[in-house]
């Protein structure tokens, strides 16, 4: 049976008509055409379908929609203002981080949340934060690159 659901999503109010107990991603991704947030395993492992609820990172592949009712929900969409990259997207484009770009979208996400507790943090604390974020490519390396200088340019996102 569906139901109204009302949220915000990067910054503006969000309301669908949906069964509350459609995967989050799946919403985003048809419901409200927001397509950056990637389909990797289905099954909340591997990270390429990150999204941020209330500022916490959750894998919206296995979080149902209703769990977004009256919340703010960010997504790779929101980090941009207008046609200007947040300057995590800069960093990973700058350092070559989106090899395939497949993980990118999960990747920032995850690095968003990171940095805000965290502005500057040290190579090992970044590999830690990320380390259940896959990358198939293997740019892991240019992926850490990109968020210390992210993190060095900016003192963390804005």
Known sequence: MNKTLRFQ??????TLEIDDER???WALRTQLELTGTKYGCGE????????????KAV???VTPVKAASGKEVLTVEGLARGEVLHPLQQAFVAQG?????YCTPGMLMSAYVLLRRNPRPSRDEIAAH???????CGAHQRIVDAIEAAGRQNGGPA
């Open 9 to 14: 999503l990067n910054g503006r109010p969000a």
């Open 23 to 25: 995967s989050l991603l």
């Open 44 to 55: 909340g492992l591997c990270g390429a379908c990150t999204v941020l609820v209330d500022g």
């Open 59 to 61: 894998r919206s592949c």
């Open 97 to 101: 981080a989106v090899q395939c770009g």
């Open 130 to 136: 990320m380390e259940p974020n896959l990358c198939r």
